[in-house]
């Protein structure tokens, strides 16, 4: 227990008492025994081991997860709880292969799976991994930020998915599917208090209303939680204030064919920003500003706001950085089962308005303070068919999508540069889409799955103009890029035994040109950049060579062209920041899943990623040289490996005790993941870490209630989710110190 002083040394002076550490020590104890060398794939992988199917909708239809030649995670509702996810972030370190970057701590993600990513702070380009929320796309990767609650299941597939989920899923897509209404009457509630503190609170109300009628309500809210404080003034940052409320009605008379689902959906968040700290090791000072010190504690963070950017903006001259977001939607899904063929309608509105405040330096100087004012409209329609007849098993449809988003970027430079710079736009995205999708069984033992995916798509950029220090740089101008994709999938899938799946497939997929919308006073910063396209050829075995034992992996090898990646293009003044294309990449890699279940109630869940990516024709843009000579001067990158992880693994042990009448469960979880190289220098590799957590739960029998101490990152390790720089100042976002705490549910 060598960290309990360190905690302590931590939480003193910053408004906690001291006598909470002796809460931690006792809570450590109870739970440092059940921690192991292990962490999480997910417990419903305990569900199929022990012969109890986990049903997935990965292909747009139920299926057994062991069933679909996909690679795929199924993570549930009590995995989410154990690890404190609250946001689409937290999925990280619950599956192999997978990277969400907060870029510069704010509130634009960056996706990455099995290294197919997008590193991108603005809000107006597509990500290369699809989130979906009961079937519906969350396009703009802002959007993806809301509270989760309510969550039944997460399923987390690797590889493109462009068939049945359309372009922008060359790395994968991630499907969130909430609870459903019931015909039984019945109510829940958790409450989880923690370290900070910390306040997270969700309930429920399902309710049959008539016959094949019901309703169910859910909330959440998420509170408190800061960590840090400023170096100058001692005043917190980072607590949370977050709400989130859903209403779900399904209609399914019985005998009728008619299914529906309606879904009404809000959030609200006025979160503090988790606080980014300095990596300075030497003072430093930018024009006539305050001095940036040498600080590297964690804990430590610092921000300022200029009167001309909070005028502009509406923000108090005491502003802590943060969000003041709204989010509201809604959906339909109606299906109606003819017999032969079953006909879905789905339909869906979204809107986000978003407000933004960062202060990129970490310090009161004012060199890298921004604001994003974003409002964001998305709306869709697919319609599709489904049918079975004998060995033949399809889906054919089509689709349309249209999104909006008007957008202001401000960003702050006066100290570092004696300028502030306004960034206005608007954009509009239109897609339409017809895809189909068959399954044959040529045999009781083999299958044949084909795909294809005709996709249009304009994307227009409209009344984008820059202006520095009052003076406008760039005036309005519009830009527009246009794509016709084609994707599509062939597999062939072999069954030799009940328990035995061998697959093999190729799938091509591709993701969005777009614009580069960062400061520019130059139209070629705003010149489209291409589409990526990416090929992949997969082998993958889904097994169960014993009744306690369950096998996935898989290998898969990507051709990557025209990979999107960020860098600068000459114009008229010298570089200027802009995404560009590789021309081709290559990328591989294998990963491997286990659930063990070798006593009654004792569960084992390892798990491990691997991949890595090289550049194989690249002629980049050599920033420093071309200032030099004042002209375009390019380096060959080709054989330079492409920064990401190459190593992720976990796995989970939890062993369910019976006492009195009781289940005592203790568990416990880990996450490693080696280091991730930055394309921008040694400074912002974040070096190779891992997360232990703990947790001893109570409940009866019936499940009725349940009770559990929980601790997580337990040994406190330091590690850093993102780093990067803006202009002096070289900064991290710190991941979250040793916390504990208490989580009550009970459910009727």
Same mark, same amino acid.
């Given at each position: 227990?060598?960290?309990?002083?360190?905690?302590?040394?931590?939480? &003193?002076?910053?408004?906690?008492?001291?006598?909470?550490?002796?809460?931690?020590?006792?809570?450590?104890?109870?739970?440092?025994?059940?921690?192991?060398?292990?962490?999480?794939?997910?417990?419903?992988?305990?569900?199929?081991?022990?012969?109890?199917?986990?049903?997935?909708?990965?292909?747009?239809?139920?299926?057994?997860?062991?069933?679909?030649?996909?690679?795929?995670?199924?993570?549930?509702?009590?995995?989410?709880?154990?690890?404190?996810?609250?946001?689409? !972030?937290?999925?990280?370190?619950?599956?192999?292969?997978?990277?969400?970057?907060?870029?510069?701590?704010?509130?634009?993600?960056?996706?990455?799976?099995?290294?197919?990513?997008?590193?991108?702070?603005?809000?107006?380009?597509?990500?290369?991994?699809?989130?979906?929320?009961?079937?519906?796309?969350?396009?703009?990767?802002?959007?993806?930020? /809301?509270?989760?609650?309510?969550?039944?299941?997460?399923?987390?597939?690797?590889?493109?998915?462009?068939?049945?989920?359309?372009? !922008?899923?060359?790395?994968?897509?991630?499907?969130?599917?909430?609870?459903?209404?019931?015909?039984?009457?019945?109510?829940?509630?958790?409450?989880?208090?923690?370290?900070?503190?910390?306040?997270? /609170?969700?309930?429920?109300? !399902?309710?049959?209303?008539?016959?094949?009628?019901?309703?169910?309500?859910?909330?959440?809210?998420?509170?408190?939680?800061?960590?840090?404080?400023?170096?100058?003034?001692?005043?917190? $940052?980072?607590?949370?204030?977050?709400? /989130?409320?859903?209403?779900?009605? @399904?209609?399914?008379?019985?005998?009728?064919?008619?299914?529906? $689902?309606?879904?009404?959906?809000?959030?609200?968040?006025?979160?503090?920003?988790?606080?980014?700290?300095?990596?300075?090791?030497?003072?430093?000072?930018? /024009?006539?500003?305050?001095?940036?010190?040498?600080?590297?504690?964690?804990?430590?963070?610092?921000?300022?706001?200029?009167?001309?950017?909070?005028?502009?903006?509406?923000?108090?001259?005491?502003?802590?950085?943060?969000?003041?977001?709204?989010?509201?939607?809604?959906?339909?899904?109606?299906?109606?089962?003819?017999?032969?063929?079953?006909?879905?309608?789905?339909?869906?509105?979204?809107?986000? %308005?978003?407000?933004?405040?960062?202060?990129?330096?970490?310090?009161?100087?004012?060199?890298?303070?921004?604001?994003?004012?974003?409002?964001?409209?998305?709306?869709?329609? &697919?319609?599709?068919?489904?049918?079975?007849?004998?060995?033949?098993?399809?889906?054919?449809?089509?689709?349309?999508?249209?999104?909006?988003? %008007?957008?202001?970027?401000?960003?702050?430079?006066?100290?570092?540069?004696?300028?502030?710079?306004?960034?206005?736009?608007?954009?509009?995205?239109?897609?339409?889409?017809?895809?189909?999708?068959?399954?044959?069984?040529?045999?009781?033992?083999?299958?044949?799955?084909?795909?294809?995916?005709?996709?249009?798509?304009?994307? &227009?950029?409209?009344?984008?103009?820059?202006?520095?220090?009052?003076?406008?740089?760039?005036?309005?101008?519009?830009?527009?890029?246009?794509?016709?994709?084609?994707?599509?999938?062939?597999?062939?899938?072999?069954?030799?035994?009940?328990?035995?799946?061998?697959?093999?497939?190729?799938?091509?997929?591709?993701?969005?040109?777009?614009?580069?919308?960062?400061?520019?006073?130059?139209?070629?910063?705003?010149? *489209?950049?291409?589409?990526?396209?990416?090929?992949?050829?997969?082998?993958?075995?889904?097994?169960?060579?014993?009744?306690?034992?369950?096998?996935?992996?898989? @290998?898969?090898?990507?051709?990557?062209?025209?990979?999107?990646?960020?860098?600068?293009?000459?114009?008229?003044?010298?570089?200027?920041?802009?995404?560009?294309?590789?021309?081709?990449?290559?990328?591989?890699?294998?990963?491997?899943?286990?659930?063990?279940? *070798?006593?009654?109630?004792?569960?084992?869940?390892?798990?491990?990623?691997?991949?890595?990516?090289?550049?194989?024709?690249?002629?980049?843009?050599?920033?420093?040289?071309?200032?030099?000579?004042?002209?375009?001067?390019?380096?060959?990158?080709?054989? &330079?490996?492409?920064?990401?992880?190459?190593?992720? @693994?976990?796995?989970?042990?939890?062993?369910?005790?019976? $006492? !009195?009448?009781?289940?005592?469960?203790?568990?416990?979880?880990?996450?490693?993941?080696?280091?991730?190289?930055?394309?921008?220098?040694?400074?912002?590799?974040?070096?190779?870490?891992?997360?232990?957590? @703990?947790?001893?739960?109570?409940?009866?029998?019936?499940?009725?209630?349940?009770?559990?101490?929980?601790?997580?990152?337990?040994?406190?390790?330091?590690?850093?989710?993102?780093?990067?720089?803006?202009?002096?100042?070289?900064?991290?976002?710190?991941?979250?110190?040793?916390?504990?705490?208490?989580?009550?549910?009970?459910?009727?």
């Amino acid at each position: 227990m060598a960290f309990l002083p360190l905690l302590r040394k931590q939480i &003193e002076g910053r408004g906690v008492q001291v006598q909470q550490d002796r809460y931690c020590a006792t809570a450590m104890k109870i739970l440092l025994p059940a921690v192991t060398l292990l962490a999480l794939t997910t417990p419903a992988l305990a569900e199929e081991a022990e012969g109890e199917p986990i049903l997935v909708t990965a292909q747009r239809r139920e299926q057994a997860a062991q069933d679909v030649g996909i690679a795929l995670s199924v993570i549930d509702d009590t995995v989410l709880a154990q690890r404190g996810i609250t946001n689409v !972030n937290g999925l990280a370190d619950a599956t192999p292969s997978l990277e969400i970057e907060p870029a510069f701590g704010g509130g634009a993600p960056q996706f990455r799976l099995r290294g197919v990513g997008f590193q991108d702070y603005a809000t107006n380009n597509a990500p290369s991994v699809g989130v979906y929320v009961n079937e519906v796309a969350q396009p703009v990767p802002a959007m993806t930020q /809301g509270l989760l609650f309510d969550i039944a299941r997460v399923e987390v597939l690797r590889g493109p998915q462009g068939t049945l989920y359309g372009r !922008n899923t060359t790395g994968g897509a991630v499907n969130f599917v909430t609870n459903r209404p019931t015909d039984a009457l019945g109510a829940g509630a958790t409450l989880e208090l923690g370290r900070f503190g910390a306040l997270l /609170g969700e309930a429920h109300l !399902n309710a049959p209303l008539a016959d094949g009628v019901s309703l169910r309500l859910a909330g959440a809210t998420q509170q408190g939680g800061a960590y840090q404080t400023n170096r100058d003034n001692g005043r917190s $940052l980072g607590d949370a204030n977050r709400l /989130g409320a859903r209403a779900l009605l @399904a209609i399914r008379p019985a005998g009728s064919g008619f299914d529906a $689902l309606l879904d009404l959906h809000w959030g609200r968040d006025r979160s503090e920003a988790v606080g980014l700290y300095l990596l300075n090791d030497l003072p430093t000072r930018a /024009g006539a500003g305050p001095v940036i010190p040498a600080d590297r504690d964690r804990f430590a963070t610092g921000w300022g706001i200029s009167p001309r950017l909070a005028a502009d903006t509406g923000l108090d001259e005491g502003a802590k950085p943060g969000v003041d977001n709204d989010s509201r939607g809604a959906s339909a899904r109606l299906a109606y089962d003819f017999g032969a063929v079953t006909l879905t309608s789905l339909t869906s509105y979204d809107r986000l %308005d978003r407000r933004q405040f960062g202060d990129w330096d970490a310090s009161a100087s004012v060199e890298a303070d921004t604001f994003f004012g974003s409002e964001v409209e998305v709306w869709s329609q &697919e319609l599709r068919l489904a049918g079975s007849t004998g060995a033949l098993a399809w889906t054919a449809g089509a689709y349309w999508s249209q999104q909006q988003l %008007d957008e202001r970027y401000f960003s702050d430079f006066i100290d570092v540069y004696g300028t502030y710079a306004r960034v206005t736009y608007a954009q509009e995205v239109e897609s339409l889409a017809v895809f189909g999708q068959a399954e044959l069984a040529l045999s009781p033992q083999w299958k044949l799955v084909a795909g294809l995916r005709y996709e249009e798509e304009t994307r &227009e950029l409209q009344g984008f103009g820059s202006a520095f220090g009052g003076a406008q740089a760039l005036p309005p101008t519009d830009a527009r890029t246009r794509m016709q994709p084609l994707t599509g999938k062939l597999a062939l899938e072999w069954s030799p035994a009940d328990d035995l799946l061998l697959y093999a497939s190729a799938s091509r997929g591709v993701k969005s040109g777009g614009f580069t919308t960062y400061n520019t006073g130059d139209r070629s910063g705003i010149e *489209p950049f291409a589409p990526e396209t990416l090929y992949a050829y997969e082998l993958g075995i889904k097994s169960q060579p014993a009744p306690w034992a369950q096998v996935n992996a898989a @290998a898969f090898w990507y051709d990557y062209r025209d990979q999107q990646v960020l860098s600068a293009v000459y114009g008229a003044n010298g570089p200027v920041g802009r995404f560009t294309n590789a021309d081709r990449s290559r990328i591989a890699g294998a990963e491997v899943e286990l659930a063990l279940t *070798p006593l009654p109630g004792l569960l084992l869940a390892p798990f491990a990623g691997f991949k890595h990516g090289q550049y194989l024709e690249f002629e980049d843009l050599d920033v420093p040289a071309s200032r030099a000579a004042r002209q375009a001067v390019f380096v060959d990158r080709a054989g &330079e490996t492409i920064p990401f992880p190459r190593w992720s @693994a976990g796995a989970q042990i939890a062993w369910e005790l019976p $006492l !009195n009448g009781l289940t005592l469960t203790p568990g416990s979880t880990l996450t490693w993941r080696s280091r991730y190289p930055s394309w921008l220098g040694e400074t912002y590799d974040i070096p190779a870490y891992f997360v232990a957590n @703990a947790e001893l739960a109570l409940a009866p029998a019936d499940g009725s209630w349940r009770v559990a101490l929980w601790g997580r990152n337990i040994f406190n390790r330091e590690y850093d989710l993102t780093r990067n720089f803006f202009t002096s100042a070289d900064i991290a976002q710190p991941a979250r110190p040793a916390s504990y705490g208490i989580r009550i549910s009970a459910e009727y």
